[in-house]
Every structure is written in structure tokens, then in C-alpha cells.
């Protein structure tokens, strides 16, 4: 179904219609800032990324306004990322999206967003942020995969079994 879902999708939104960056360093909200300057109609998604400010200023350099900008910290892992952003990307009808994230890590954030965005009928379009870093490992997609037919088929991602979950549950509170 995740493919027919996909092409429903892309043939709806043919054109991204918001900018969804994986947080992970400042590079990643400066290369999205400079990016999404090209493209002024569409809003801008950060999950958690760096703290709101350090990542406002970066925006507000490259000419991008505050309405414009999301910024939201409750991810605690790539599989999150995803996760906590459908119902915000379903409310406001969002089929496409590009997706940012760095080189090294767009394969596993492309696995997970076609279980789980492919899985709600959005697509995406992938952006990557270059780096000298080495590409993740065959294991960590296969984890966050996993981890993403876990959530399609209960809605829960088993982030709560990471022994770090729980000083991030607290910290975030």
C-alpha cells in the first residue's frame, strides 16, 4: 500500500509544498535557511534542531520570517522526527515535502520517511546537506525501519526503550 500511497501523493503535490529539516547541527539549519530562501512561499519545519537561539538568528540573517519558521523539540531520535510532525503536516494538507538532512544520514531518514510519511500519503523530496562524515551504518536503518513498521502498526516507536529516553523525557519538561 506504502507505494501506491507514495504515488497518490506525488501525483496530488507534484511540487513540495513545506521544507522539513532533521535537526543535528547548525549546518543543517544554515544550509535549510539559505535553501529555503529560494522558494519564499513555503513554511519551514525543524525538528529538534539546535536551541531556538541559535537557529532563530540563522533565519532571520537569510531573510526568513518568524511566521514562516517552526521550530519544535520534541523528536528524541530520527524515528520521532518523523513521527511527531504527521498529524501537523495532516492538518494543514501537506502531501510533499523536501526533507533535509546530511549526506551521511539521508539514507536512513529516507527509509523511515517512506514507511512513515509514505505510510500517512505524504512523499517527500530529499535534500542533502554535504558533509566529510562516513554514512551511517546498514544496522541503524534497519533498527529505524523496524522501529517505523512498529509505529504504522501500533503508533508507538519504542523510543521509550533507549536507556536515554528517560533523562530526555525529564530534561524536556
Known amino acids: 500500500m506504502i507505494p501506491i500511497q507514495l504515488a497518490i501523493a506525488s501525483w496530488q503535490a507534484p511540487q513540495p509544498q513545506a521544507i522539513f529539516t532533521l535537526g543535528g547541527g547548525i549546518d543543517r539549519e544554515e544550509f535549510t535557511a539559505q535553501f529555503a530562501s529560494a522558494f519564499p512561499s513555503l513554511d519551514i519545519w525543524v525538528s529538534s534542531g539546535v536551541p531556538s537561539n541559535l537557529a532563530r538568528p540563522v533565519y532571520q540573517n537569510a531573510g526568513i520570517t518568524d511566521d514562516r519558521l517552526h521550530l519544535d523539540y520534541r523528536a528524541i531520535d530520527t524515528v520521532t522526527n518523523f513521527t511527531t510532525f ?25 527509509a523511515i520517511a517512506i514507511l512513515i510519511l509514505g505510510s500517512q500519503g505524504i512523499t517527500f523530496t530529499p535534500i542533502v546537506v554535504p558533509t566529510n562524515e562516513p554514512k551511517e551504518s546498514m544496522l541503524r536503518i534497519l533498527r529505524d525501519s523496524g522501529r517505523s513498521i512498529l509505529w504504522i502498526v501500533t503508533r508507538c516507536t519504542g523510543a521509550n526503550l533507549n536507556p536515554r529516553y528517560k533523562s530526555l523525557l525529564y530534561a524536556s519538561r
Open 86 to 110: 504527521v498529524p501537523e503536516f495532516q492538518k494543514r494538507k501537506i502531501k510533499h515535502i523536501y526533507l533535509i538532512t546530511s549526506d551521511f544520514h539521508m539514507a536512513r531518514a529516507k
